[in-house]
């Protein structure tokens, strides 16, 4: 493609007017002469009648590296040391690590600044925590890049051969004034915002898990040391590739942002055609791409679209991050009660997802809306939608209708107190004071809902997930932290679930007793459980302590090095394996879906011995407090068993008969998966829950369903993500395919 076909970006245009040039920046070899500790202390001079300026800034070095820029350098320290120095003094002088970083950000993208209506709400400060990285070859803490702890901004733009200087948040300058000022032309700004956006919503997730959040690691088999494959860092390109998408990259570990010219005809507010739209200033957009990174950490195989409902769960879950968290924004979140007289049922921001980016690509409204007309309750519509967006706004929908049903409850007697008893508002604006607290009983309630939306996750199954299970999961997790649900949240979600025709496969009821997980019917015996409890007491490296499991526990906190974690992890999960292949296998069958027994079957992976090989996929603990300050802390253990699909089900049946002999280089079709998540309470030293997958790896019903699912899905969608005759996933980009331009103007 010619650099004609598209216009020049303003990024682009700003770093040539800017002298930044289109080349890497080590190959500028120039330096600007230093200005002395003494210079820098001589004012500027004053002409008679003029006013007194700030001294003009000192220009930057050109950068070495990618991601290297030259700080403002400090006064020169005086020569002569004090003669002696009391070491508690010194410690007394400097002052305490910040808790947060304030920095500025879009509240929800550019376009807001143009409106007349919500001019002055465009942009927010978040705070998010202060982290710093140390750089061994300067001798010093710096956050370039950004680079943290958690996130590495790496600012390429392929399609103009451009690195963008990467921004400095330890500046001064930029620590004085909260950072850039929001704008649409500053690269810098660009990578100032992804950075405070991923960094708030990993902060939610840590908030409502009780430990650090993780990424999906690299495949084992890909690397030639096994601690290759921790990801310390999400890598995050704000300018990745000229076009209407952004998704998140599993195989790159990485999220990647597209800017595209808006459509032509588009005269929408705050928008003119051939406009430049960037997707990394949509707050929405970065939420959302990094929560599906959240998530792919947390469950790996929810890529693997083996129903309906995996990959519409993905897109519904990032929609829901991303929109609860309007209603953190004060401001905005005060300026929409006031205009909508405290009725949140009523179109507004608050329920828009990507409103800049769906009227840019000639949609005329946001990309999507929680409180969406045509999405009114009704269960004909879920079996309608097959489209992984299209189905996931249903579910969006359901939670957000279980929002408005709590937060109408909760305001109910602030209406009644400001209406002496008739509950109607007088026309005109509603009193100020009115305003502040409803917006706080909205801001509450969204925050409880975006924290039950994620603590379910640990209360899924490992594979093969529906919207079913995920109601299950809600209720169940909530449940077991807010026993006494005085507020009603559970019979708010229960009753949209139901409206919508969400409801779990096999069950009769729909009380809270029927949808909670339920407890092994059997518990499994003491002489199998020990072996269990001591594998978790010594997967930390710390057996000899007084306090295995305290120790344990205490490791999986927010304070804690995330490689450690992960290092634990992976010697719990090795240890777990050998402890699972002890267990009796009547019970595994029974109460996990598991088998343990040797199996005649050829398309199940089998051992030497016949027996199915058993993948203990994941273990973390859960570490929660209940509203009451209660705690609970529970071991979260993912076990998998696999086998080879064939969409030819003749095949399936003359290779599992012994008809015709499975050749070594046959891996099938398609994997189907199965297994189970065990919840296991640290404290009572028992399986609380067993969530099991649908049937055992042995389940033909199970395994037929995923095949018809495959033959419904199309060709396209087969191709893209669903897997070849290796087995393995053809693309480990399914969110490119997703939320490319075909997907973006449904």
């Given at each position: 493609?010619?650099?004609?076909?598209?216009?020049?970006?303003?990024?682009?245009?700003?770093?040539?007017?800017?002298?930044?040039?289109?080349?890497?920046?080590?190959?500028?070899?120039?330096?600007?002469?230093?200005?002395?500790?003494?210079?820098?202390?001589?004012?500027?001079?004053?002409?008679?009648?003029?006013?007194?300026?700030?001294?003009?800034?000192?220009?930057?070095?050109?950068?070495?590296?990618?991601?290297?820029?030259?700080?403002?350098?400090?006064?020169?320290?005086?020569?002569?040391?004090?003669?002696?120095?009391?070491?508690?003094?010194?410690?007394?002088?400097?002052?305490?690590?910040?808790?947060?970083?304030?920095?500025?950000?879009?509240?929800?993208?550019?376009?807001?600044?143009?409106?007349?209506?919500?001019?002055?709400?465009?942009?927010?400060?978040?705070?998010?925590?202060?982290?710093?990285?140390?750089?061994?070859?300067?001798?010093?803490?710096?956050?370039?890049?950004?680079?943290?702890?958690?996130?590495?901004?790496?600012?390429?733009?392929?399609?103009?051969?451009?690195?963008?200087?990467?921004?400095?948040?330890?500046?001064?300058?930029?620590?004085?004034?909260?950072?850039?000022?929001?704008?649409?032309?500053?690269?810098?700004?660009?990578?100032?915002?992804?950075?405070?956006?991923?960094?708030?919503?990993?902060?939610?997730?840590?908030?409502?898990?009780?430990?650090?959040?993780?990424?999906?690691?690299?495949?084992?088999?890909?690397?030639?040391?096994?601690?290759?494959?921790?990801?310390?860092?999400?890598?995050?390109?704000?300018?990745?590739?000229?076009?209407?998408?952004?998704?998140?990259?599993?195989?790159?570990?990485?999220?990647?942002?597209?800017?595209?010219?808006?459509?032509?005809?588009?005269?929408?507010?705050?928008?003119?055609?051939?406009?430049?739209?960037?997707?990394?200033?949509?707050?929405?957009?970065?939420?959302?791409?990094?929560?599906?990174?959240?998530?792919?950490?947390?469950?790996?195989?929810?890529?693997?679209?083996?129903?309906?409902?995996?990959?519409?769960?993905?897109?519904?879950?990032?929609?829901?991050?991303?929109?609860?968290?309007?209603?953190?924004?004060?401001?905005?979140?005060?300026?929409?009660?006031?205009?909508?007289?405290?009725?949140l049922g009523q179109q507004s921001l608050l329920a828009e997802l990507a409103r800049q980016?769906?009227?840019?690509?000639?949609?005329?409204?946001?990309?999507?809306?929680?409180?969406?007309?045509?999405?009114?309750?009704?269960?004909?519509?879920?079996?309608?939608?097959?489209?992984?967006?299209?189905?996931?706004?249903?579910?969006?929908?359901?939670?957000?209708?279980?929002?408005?049903?709590?937060?109408?409850v909760r305001v109910a007697d602030l209406l009644r107190i400001a209406t002496q008893g008739?509950?109607?508002?007088?026309?005109?604006?509603?009193?100020?004071?009115?305003?502040?607290?409803?917006?706080?009983?909205?801001?509450?309630?969204?925050?409880?809902?975006?924290?039950?939306?994620?603590?379910?996750?640990?209360?899924?199954?490992?594979?093969?997930?529906?919207?079913?299970?995920?109601?299950?999961?809600?209720?169940?997790?909530?449940?077991?932290?807010?026993?006494?649900?005085?507020?009603?949240?559970?019979?708010?979600?229960?009753?949209?679930?139901?409206?919508?025709?969400?409801?779990?496969?096999?069950?009769?009821?729909?009380?809270?007793?029927?949808?909670?997980?339920?407890?092994?019917?059997?518990?499994?015996?003491?002489?199998a459980l020990a072996p269990l409890f001591e594998a978790v007491e010594h997967a930390h490296?710390?057996?000899?302590?007084?306090?295995?499991?305290?120790?344990?526990?205490?490791?999986?906190?927010?304070?804690?090095?995330?490689?450690?974690?992960?290092?634990?992890?992976?010697?719990?999960?090795?240890?777990?394996?050998?402890?699972?292949?002890?267990?009796?296998?009547?019970?595994?069958?029974?109460?996990?879906?598991?088998?343990?027994?040797?199996?005649?079957?050829?398309?199940?992976?089998?051992?030497?011995?016949?027996?199915?090989?058993?993948?203990?996929?994941?273990?973390?603990?859960?570490?929660?407090?209940?509203?009451?300050?209660?705690?609970?802390?529970?071991?979260?253990?993912?076990?998998?068993?696999?086998?080879?699909?064939?969409?030819?089900?003749?095949?399936?049946?003359?290779?599992?008969?012994?008809?015709?002999?499975?050749?070594?280089?046959?891996?099938?079709?398609?994997?189907?998966?199965?297994?189970?998540?065990?919840?296991?309470?640290?404290?009572?030293?028992?399986?609380?829950?067993?969530?099991?997958?649908?049937?055992?790896?042995?389940?033909?019903?199970?395994?037929?369903?995923?095949?018809?699912?495959?033959?419904?899905?199309?060709?396209?969608?087969?191709?893209?993500?669903?897997?070849?005759?290796?087995?393995?996933?053809?693309?480990?980009?399914?969110?490119?395919?997703?939320?490319?331009?075909?997907?973006?103007?449904?």
């Amino acid at each position: 493609m010619g650099s004609g076909d598209h216009p020049e970006p303003a990024t682009v245009r700003l770093a040539n007017r800017a002298n930044l040039g289109s080349h890497h920046p080590r190959h500028a070899t120039t330096r600007p002469q230093r200005r002395t500790a003494k210079e820098d202390a001589i004012p500027a001079k004053r002409s008679p009648g003029s006013r007194t300026t700030r001294p003009r800034a000192r220009p930057r070095e050109p950068a070495s590296s990618l991601l290297d820029v030259d700080e403002r350098r400090a006064p020169t320290a005086p020569t002569t040391a004090p003669a002696a120095e009391d070491p508690s003094a010194a410690a007394l002088a400097r002052p305490p690590v910040p808790p947060h970083r304030r920095l500025r950000a879009f509240a929800f993208d550019p376009s807001l600044a143009a409106e007349l209506d919500t001019s002055g709400l465009e942009s927010v400060t978040l705070e998010v925590p202060w982290e710093e990285s140390f750089d061994p070859a300067a001798g010093r803490h710096v956050l370039r890049g950004p680079v943290g702890r958690y996130l590495e901004v790496i600012d390429h733009d392929p399609a103009s051969r451009t690195f963008y200087p990467p921004v400095e948040l330890n500046d001064p300058y930029l620590l004085a004034r909260d950072g850039h000022d929001p704008s649409e032309s500053n690269p810098q700004f660009h990578q100032q915002m992804v950075y405070a956006v991923a960094m708030t919503t990993i902060r939610h997730f840590e908030n409502a898990l009780g430990r650090v959040a993780m990424w999906s690691d690299r495949p084992f088999h890909e690397v030639d040391d096994p601690e290759d494959a921790f990801v310390e860092r999400l890598r995050i390109h704000p300018h990745a590739l000229r076009g209407a998408n952004a998704y998140y990259s599993p195989e790159r570990k990485a999220l990647l942002f597209g800017y595209f010219p808006a459509a032509e005809g588009v005269y929408d507010r705050g928008l003119a055609p051939g406009a430049t739209i960037f997707t990394c200033l949509s707050y929405d957009v970065v939420a959302h791409e990094t929560a599906h990174a959240l998530l792919d950490g947390m469950h790996s195989r929810f890529i693997e679209p083996t129903n309906p409902d995996v990959l519409a769960l993905h897109e519904a879950f990032a929609d829901l991050v991303a929109i609860f968290q309007h209603f953190t924004h004060p401001e905005v979140l005060g300026h929409t009660i006031a205009r909508t007289r405290g009725d949140l049922g009523q179109q507004s921001l608050l329920a828009e997802l990507a409103r800049q980016m769906g009227r840019a690509t000639g949609r005329r409204a946001a990309l999507r809306n929680a409180l969406d007309p045509d999405l009114h309750p009704h269960p004909s519509k879920l079996e309608q939608a097959t489209e992984p967006h299209d189905r996931g706004a249903i579910l969006v929908a359901a939670v957000f209708d279980a929002f408005l049903q709590i937060y109408r409850v909760r305001v109910a007697d602030l209406l009644r107190i400001a209406t002496q008893g008739t509950g109607v508002l007088p026309e005109g604006a509603i009193h100020p004071d009115l305003v502040a607290r409803m917006a706080g009983e909205a801001a509450t309630t969204a925050r409880h809902i975006l924290h039950m939306c994620i603590r379910a996750l640990d209360y899924c199954p490992p594979v093969s997930v529906d919207f079913g299970d995920y109601l299950r999961a809600l209720i169940t997790a909530d449940l077991t932290l807010v026993p006494y649900d005085r507020r009603n949240y559970r019979a708010a979600i229960i009753d949209a679930f139901r409206a919508r025709g969400i409801l779990p496969h096999g069950l009769r009821g729909l009380g809270e007793d029927s949808l909670r997980w339920q407890e092994p019917a059997n518990e499994l015996p003491a002489a199998a459980l020990a072996p269990l409890f001591e594998a978790v007491e010594h997967a930390h490296g710390a057996g000899d302590v007084a306090s295995p499991l305290r120790d344990l526990v205490e490791l999986w906190t927010l304070d804690h090095d995330r490689r450690e974690i992960w290092r634990a992890a992976r010697r719990l999960r090795g240890r777990l394996q050998r402890v699972i292949g002890g267990w009796p296998a009547d019970w595994a069958r029974q109460e996990l879906h598991l088998l343990l027994d040797p199996v005649d079957l050829p398309s199940v992976f089998r051992d030497e011995s016949g027996r199915p090989t058993t993948e203990v996929h994941s273990a973390r603990v859960a570490r929660r407090r209940g509203p009451r300050d209660e705690e609970v802390v529970e071991l979260v253990v993912e076990i998998t068993q696999r086998r080879r699909g064939w969409d030819d089900p003749d095949r399936q049946t003359a290779i599992d008969g012994g008809a015709v002999p499975l050749a070594e280089d046959d891996h099938g079709d398609f994997r189907f998966r199965s297994g189970c998540t065990l919840l296991i309470d640290l404290g009572s030293r028992r399986v609380r829950y067993a969530i099991r997958a649908r049937g055992p790896i042995t389940d033909n019903r199970a395994l037929s369903a995923q095949r018809r699912f495959r033959a419904e899905a199309g060709p396209g969608l087969r191709m893209t993500y669903l897997g070849d005759r290796s087995g393995r996933l053809r693309e480990l980009e399914p969110f490119a395919f997703l939320h490319g331009p075909a997907a973006t103007v449904r």
